[in-house]
């Protein structure tokens, strides 16, 4: 029995060691969790928008601990809303407003009890023209988000105060279908990462209740 005993303790620490090697500790696999979610719902007709939701998909993507869900408001359902810790909405400008799509997604919300409260929202768009409505139509979609308790979120800077938006049809950012200008996808993209950044300090920060701590 001693003779066992003696043989298979090296074993034993030979295996540990092995797995050691392979399995993170279990502080690093914890962190490696998704421990927010991040929905980006959107409306496109000429791709435009959606390649703007790719962009800010990306930059979401970036921040490790997030789960991004990309979907069209045709396809999001409100179980994802409710869900998600940061909302970001993305529309076309249609006649210097939001597209009806996007605004009925938006009504669409639950309401009663506001479930929304606390979570955090942001925006962004395609337009066709430059000061074609691209501000208004972002201000619109955080307008409706402030009424369901929501917090806003901006662009990392002043050069984007309001989110992210691109300019498809006016020289010198006229683009082919389904393309943006690279420096607006950049901007959508820095978007997508900042909303990530916060809604992850957020999480860390609220108590179970759904407030911050002090």
Known sequence: MRHDQNGTKPILIALSLILALILPPPAEAERAKPVVSVLIAYHSVGGHTRSMAEAVQ?????????DVILRSVADA???EVLAADAIIIGSPVYNANVAPEVQMFINSWPFEGAPLKNRLGAAFVSAGGISAGEETTQLSILRSMLI????????????????????VSEKPF???KGTVNEQFL???????RRVAELALEWSRDADPSGGVDD
Do not use: C, H
């Open 58 to 66: 990306t930059g979401a993507q970036s921040v490790k601990g997030v």
């Open 77 to 79: 359902t409100n179980e």
């Open 148 to 167: 369901y308790g929501m917090i806003v979120v901006g662009g990392p800077d002043w050069k984007q105060a309001f989110g992210a938006s691109g300019i």
């Open 174 to 176: 006229r683009s082919g």
């Open 186 to 192: 950049t901007k959508a993209e820095a978007l997508g």
